[in-house]
């Protein structure tokens, strides 16, 4: 029988090896013990990365919503499946009971349907960090409709990219929301958004900061009195192992974004099985993930696999920082927080203001720290140690993409012995791989190369949303018969990992992918811009920050270049949103170039980050004029 709770070292080792000796007998068994199928699969896996495919379950029947809500109303109906902390302190938290969101998601669901979604359509949720964002999610998997959620913080233009690549139907919204003592006027986008989607036929608003927005008739519909007037009984659609759970876009190296497609089964057994062990859960437990469920950390651990272990889990709707610093640690204590999720961008953040903010506040209901999102510093790893966790906590530095789903390079707490910046040893069933320049894998410890994935795993996304063959070229086409992760890593004396970066063109900024490609094409957008080459340079709260090289089509640019400054950090506004705002910009002659016409960015990067000593070689270069007079102009 497979080991469902690995409590300490020796087991967890004990179930690796079966793990990799059998992966379909350890899954296997996993899924059977753990989990509610309408019918059990006819096969366990079936995998082929080089055209990709990979299935798990097949033949197997179910619904996820099953899993994380009704089989749990028998033995947890009145417990609080989601606790709902608003954005102002003085709101009063909610407590929403498994029984109550079973009633909730099921009227929801109804709603989608009045309104003519169906098994298989794309629905898109823009909505702010409200339990109706939960709940449209659920909503969406009870009927089979497949979600694809937009972080609000999108702009219009690219939410209207993201609900136009996959033709969704509807979009799920709110009239606006709450962060700190702003409101941004989410409805708003979303008209001008809608302005270039032909596909969406309605648009259901919840109600949150009672703002004047406009309602267009026929489209769009209060839906407080539509779920107000819906049963809350919805039997669940019966899914298939392999039926898409839900799009989730994230950048690339191309402009863009890249709809990563995950299915229900795999996704569900792999989220739920990694969430009761990374995070050591255990019923009376109350669990915080402080990420937005716009990204795939909410998706996968805060919404799927704590539910689907019958967890009560956190909704933050505000930030850190409001109204102080000390924030975090007041919901911690409120709440008796014992899990805390969070990333190392908000560890710097609050570490900048002083311990006095921790100290004020009794933390010493948490058993585990968690942090994601990008490599952790030694630093910021033992600020959070010592005050947060009083060294009693053990941290997990939890390593995984959108792409993979759920948690894959991981301490698991209590077991593995923890090191500073080592997301450490790989969680059951994942088989990474370090790969040399030439293509070849890197046998033995202390290594360093490209982190590579050579087994599927249950919660791997199947495809890139109506372009299988970018998704075969991104993550199959670099390594023969690998998964790609686009990042690099080392491995110590004793196998421990620690991821070192990306090694293309993508930037982690706060914890959030940024492909720079979308970045530049927004900026070259503007008139007066020739081109642009973004790369990132060190920061010491976001991690990395962006610098921009700009040349201008005329040389002589008469406008201040200030004004320019913001004109172009506007249009990237515009056209992402503003966390993909460039910290410093470059005006410059001309951009470093190959003889085949590409930008050196190796050479920008060592610039911006002052790192000039050796800029390896540039006898390549068609213009080597150029990098001089950036390097005597860099900010
Ligand atoms: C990229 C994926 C998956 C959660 C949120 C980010 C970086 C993520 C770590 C970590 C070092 C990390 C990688 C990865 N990253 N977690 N613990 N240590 N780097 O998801 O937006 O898809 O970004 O985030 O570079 O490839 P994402």
Not at 142 to 167: E, K, Q
Not at 264 to 276: D, I, N, P, R, S
Request: aromatic letters at 10%.
């Amino acid at each position: 029988m497979s080991n469902y709770h690995i409590k300490n070292f020796p087991e967890y080792f004990h179930e690796y090896r079966k793990s990799v000796r059998n992966p379909e007998l350890f899954w296997e068994e996993i899924a059977e013990e753990h989990f509610l199928w309408r019918k059990k699969w006819d096969n366990v896996l079936s995998w082929d990365f080089a055209k990709p495919e990979v299935k798990w379950f097949e033949g197997s029947k179910l619904n996820i919503t099953e899993n994380c809500i009704d089989r749990h109303l028998f033995t947890k109906g009145d417990k609080t499946a989601i606790l709902f902390e608003p954005n102002d302190p003085k709101e009063p938290a909610t407590h929403i009971s498994y029984k109550e969101l079973h009633a909730r998601v099921n009227q929801m669901a109804n709603v989608l349907k009045s309104k003519g979604i169906k098994k298989g359509d794309r629905v898109c949720i823009y909505l702010p960090m409200i339990p109706e964002l939960a709940v449209s999610l659920l909503a969406c998997a009870r009927i089979g409709a497949i979600h694809s959620v937009v972080f609000a913080g999108f702009s219009a233009n690219a939410l209207a990219t993201r609900i136009n690549d996959s033709d969704c139907k509807m979009v799920l919204t709110s009239d606006g929301s709450y962060r700190g003592v702003k409101t941004i006027d989410l409805k708003g986008i979303v008209d001008e958004a809608l302005e270039s989607c032909s596909t969406v036929e309605s648009v259901l608003v919840v109600k949150r900061i009672q703002s004047e927005i406009n309602m267009k008739d026929g489209r769009d519909f209060w839906l407080e009195p539509l779920l107000a007037g819906a049963s809350t009984d919805c039997e669940p659609e019966i899914m298939d192992a392999e039926d898409p759970l839900f799009i989730l876009y994230t950048s690339g190296s191309t402009g863009k974004p890249k709809g990563m497609v995950h299915s229900t089964a795999g996704y569900m057994v792999y989220t739920a099985y990694t969430f009761k062990n990374v995070f050591q859960y255990r019923d009376s437990d109350v669990y915080w993930c402080t990420a937005d469920i716009g990204w795939i950390t909410g998706h996968s651990y805060i919404v799927y696999g704590p539910l689907a272990n019958g967890a009560t889990t956190v909704m933050f709707e505000g930030v850190p920082s409001y109204p102080d610093f000390g924030r975090f640690w007041e919901i911690v204590e409120k709440h008796k927080i014992n899990q805390f999720y969070t990333a190392p961008t908000a560890i710097r953040a609050l570490a900048k203001e002083g311990v006095q903010h921790v100290e004020q506040h009794d933390l010493s209901s948490i058993k585990v720290l968690g942090t994601v999102g990008e490599p952790i510093n030694e630093e910021a790893w033992h600020w959070y140690d010592d005050n947060v966790g009083k060294k009693k906590a053990p941290i997990v530095d939890t390593w995984w993409q959108t792409e993979t789903g759920g948690i894959l390079i991981t301490p698991i707490p209590f077991c593995t012995p923890t090191k500073p910046t080592y997301a450490t040893l790989p969680f059951l069933g994942i088989q990474p791989a370090l790969m040399d320049e030439n293509g070849q894998e890197i046998k033995g410890n202390q290594a360093e190369g490209r982190l590579c994935i050579k087994f599927p795993w249950p919660s791997m996304a199947r495809t890139i949303w109506g372009n299988h063959q970018r998704y075969k070229d991104t993550y199959f086409s670099a390594f023969e018969n690998k998964y790609f992760t686009g990042d690099g890593a080392l491995r110590d004396e004793v196998g421990y990992y620690r991821i070192t970066g990306r090694v293309d063109d993508v930037i982690i900024v706060s914890g959030h992918n940024m492909g720079t490609a979308p970045i530049e094409d927004a900026i070259n957008e503007h008139p007066a811009v020739a081109e642009s080459a973004i790369v990132g340079f060190p920061h010491e709260v976001k991690g990395n920050a962006l610098y921009g090289y700009v040349t201008l089509k005329e040389t002589g640019e008469s406008r201040n270049h200030d004004n320019l400054r913001k004109e172009i950090n506007q249009m990237i506004t515009e056209q992402i949103g503003p966390i993909a705002k460039l910290d410093k910009i470059q005006f410059t002659a001309g951009l470093p170039k190959t003889r085949s016409g590409k930008i050196m960015r190796r050479i920008l990067r060592k610039i911006a980050s002052n790192d000039t000593s050796n800029l390896g070689d540039t006898s390549t270069l068609l213009n080597p004029e150029v990098v001089q007079d950036i390097m005597d102009n860099v900010l």
